[in-house]
């Protein structure tokens, strides 16, 4: 997590940009495979070439170009029957590598296990893509009624918890880029004001942890707090989701409270030292 500012939790008490005009034609092709898989992955439905033509702005038989060599390559399948395609297990090589990277050792794990298990709640790990926060892990809490977020899930910086605390850290430069362009409004709650979502990742610099409710989706809430390197950068994020009736403002400090104690202590098994 380079690109992510040094950070100091306080004390107890991401998309690919659509080919530009000078690119040449082999980065162009390299950018629309790349946005073939990501259109792919969003969907996480099989897709005719059709639907993945317009969305990338193509003629069809270009689309069926791009589909036709990721195929090969094991990135895509294609239904027998239906004829659309999917994300192929091919993809898992890459996965796999990228995962490695955010592996919790046993005693890491063991923590945030124990915290699913006291709150109830949805625990998730989530590292940074350079514009979104993407599920690496999660752990589901005891809980009868728990939310599902599985690795590889993108979290939109601007309307989740676990973004918030992402984009909260970056450098100022990477905040604009990453918010130049329109801010899609997910539910009635989301916040597409600059000017209200600056001064909302203030408050997260300061408090160390950020929220989201019902924001992204109507009926569920998160809270999210940064786990630091030995240099004070975040090395992930660490967030409980729960539906928003059981997120009111009592539990909400308790939750939050829970949360930041065990970031420092994950921080502090990373070698962090306020």
Not at 57 to 69: E, F, P, V
Not at 76 to 86: I, K, N, T
């Amino acid at each position: 997590m380079k690109s992510v500012a040094n950070v100091v939790l306080p004390s107890k008490q991401t998309h690919l940009m659509p080919a530009q005009p000078g690119e040449t034609g082999q980065a162009k092709s390299i950018t629309h495979a790349l946005r073939t898989l990501l259109i792919l992955a969003d969907a996480r439905k099989p897709l005719g070439a059709t639907e993945i033509a317009n969305e990338l702005g193509l003629h069809k038989s270009s689309a069926s170009r791009i589909l036709a060599t990721l195929r090969a390559e094991k990135f895509v399948d294609r239904e027998p029957d239906s004829g659309r395609y999917q994300i192929g297990l091919g993809i898992l090589s890459l996965a796999g590598a990228v995962l490695s990277k955010y592996r919790l050792p046993s005693n890491a794990r063991q923590l945030l296990e124990l915290l699913a298990e006291q709150t109830g709640d949805t625990v998730t790990v989530s590292g940074w893509n350079g514009h979104d926060a993407v599920n690496v892990d999660q752990i589901l809490g005891s809980r009868s009624i728990t939310h599902h977020s599985p690795p590889g899930r993108v979290n939109p910086v601007h309307c989740t918890a676990t973004g918030k605390v992402f984009l909260a850290h970056s450098a100022a430069a990477d905040i604009q880029q990453v918010l130049q362009g329109p801010l899609t409004r997910y539910t009635e709650k989301t916040v597409i004001s600059r000017r209200l979502l600056m001064k909302e990742l203030e408050a997260v610099r300061t408090k160390g942890y950020a929220v989201a409710n019902g924001e992204f989706l109507e009926d569920v809430a998160s809270i999210a707090s940064p786990v630091l390197d030995a240099n004070g950068v975040i090395s992930y994020v660490i967030a409980l989701t729960l539906p928003t009736s059981r997120f009111v403002p009592a539990h909400r400090q308790e939750l939050a409270d829970r949360l930041l104690e065990v970031a420092r202590e994950l921080s502090t098994r990373n070698g962090f030292k306020p």
